[in-house]
Each structure stands twice: as structure tokens, then as C-alpha cells.
T-cell receptor, first 114, second 111 residues
């Protein structure tokens, strides 16, 4: 069964450094998302992406964040200058054309900012 | 704004028993989804129920939706230790398929 994959599974970085989290969505999916989950808290929506542009973003998704679909298969989340409070599990998700409401999540990248 | 709340926050049962968890929400929806999250892992889609449906089944899962009470329930029958996980309801957040998650119910099934 097709699945969403994410790399790396864990990332440790120093405050102020840039990080890029990578995702490979399910191949025929058209809608892509990033969510995050701070330890012990709810899963929070960050951004949705469709037709090569951001379709919606939350207030968390400020100028330090950006997303890109560089090559038609990968979907990346970049944090330009990480803060301690960016430490969280980051989930990529995708959904297909026949049931766009149903999102399929990757296993996540655990980001720790020191 | 939309918000989902699961109840109970935690549930501990023996294998073979049924587990019921509930989700209440604030504003009208056209669908509601349930997801499972094993500890430290990604979310797995379980079931989607639309506002014109009252009940839906998938294997040992039964989901109900009462739009008049703005609530949904997830029933897992004949639970197994492998069902141990957190269960979340996910509500449409408007716009481009944004999902809003509740805090979840932590289910522990003991052998």
C-alpha cells in the first residue's frame, strides 16, 4: 500500500540554524500538508499546498517557514532560523483527488532545537 | 472557531472488552474523521463519516455521528493489546482541507 515517507526521522540542530524536512507524498496525490505536534500537545495545522502554491497557512507558519515541491515528488518544509520552541514532531500528509478530505500522514520527523 | 474535544482523556481496559470514546465539536461540519496514533508515530486514518451518515463500520470499528448534538463516538469492539494508542477526532477547519485535531483519548488495552 502506498505511504507517505519522511526524512530524517530525527534531527537535532542548534538554535538559529536552518533545517529542511523532507517528505515524499503518495504519488497520485494533489494536496500536501505539514502539521506539527509539540510533545504532549495537540496536532496543529501549519500549511496546505496545492497546485504548486500555498493554499492556506496558520499563524504559526510565519516568515521563518517555507515549503517547496522542488521536483514533482518531494515536498519540503524549511525553517530558516530555528528557535527552541520549534522543537516538535513534524508530520507531512497528502490527500488524493477522489477524497481530498482524507489525509494520509507520514511517520514524522522529530526535531530538537538546542 | 472550530474545536474538537475527546472524552475520556484516558481509558484503560482488558483485552476483549469494548472501548468507546467520544468527540464533541462546536460548529457545523460536513464530515468528521478518526485517526489513531501509536506512541511517537504518525497518524493513521481510521474512518471518515459524512454529515448525512449516522453510523459507519469498518472491521471492529463503529463510528456514529449525531449532528444535532455535535458529537461523534468511536467504538472498538473486542479490543486487542495492539489497539493501544491515542485516538483523535479530526474536524474540517475550513478552506483547503485543513484538519483540526482534538487532544485525543489515550487507550491502553491490557492482555
Amino acid at each position: 500500500e502506498p505511504e507517505v515517507t519522511q526524512t530524517p526521522s530525527h534531527q537535532v540542530t542548534q538554535m538559529g540554524q536552518e533545517v529542511i524536512l523532507r517528505c515524499v507524498p503518495i504519488s497520485n496525490h494533489l494536496y500536501f500538508y505539514w502539521y506539527r505536534q509539540i510533545l504532549g500537545q495537540k496536532v496543529e495545522f501549519l500549511v496546505s499546498f496545492y497546485n504548486n502554491e500555498i493554499s492556506e497557512k496558520s499563524e504559526i507558519f510565519d516568515d521563518q517557514f517555507s515549503v517547496e515541491r522542488p521536483d514533482g515528488s518531494n515536498f519540503t518544509l524549511k525553517i530558516r532560523s530555528t528557535k527552541l520552541e520549534d522543537s516538535a514532531m513534524y508530520f507531512c500528509a497528502s490527500s488524493g483527488p477522489t477524497s481530498p478530505e482524507t489525509q494520509y500522514f507520514g511517520p514524522g520527523t522529530r526535531l530538537l532545537v538546542l | 472557531s472550530q474545536q474538537g474535544e475527546e472524552d475520556p482523556q484516558a481509558l484503560s481496559i482488558q483485552e476483549g472488552e469494548n472501548a468507546t470514546m467520544n468527540c464533541s465539536y462546536k460548529t457545523s461540519i460536513n464530515n468528521l474523521q478518526w485517526y489513531r496514533q501509536n506512541s511517537g508515530r504518525g497518524l493513521v486514518h481510521l474512518i471518515l463519516i459524512r454529515s448525512n451518515e449516522r453510523e459507519k463500520h469498518s472491521g471492529r470499528l463503529r463510528v456514529t455521528l449525531d449532528t444535532s448534538k455535535k458529537s461523534s463516538s468511536l467504538l472498538i469492539t473486542a479490543s486487542r493489546a495492539a489497539d493501544t494508542a491515542s485516538y483523535f477526532c479530526a474536524l474540517p477547519g475550513g478552506g483547503y482541507n485543513k484538519l483540526i485535531f482534538g487532544a485525543g483519548t489515550r487507550l491502553a488495552v491490557h492482555p
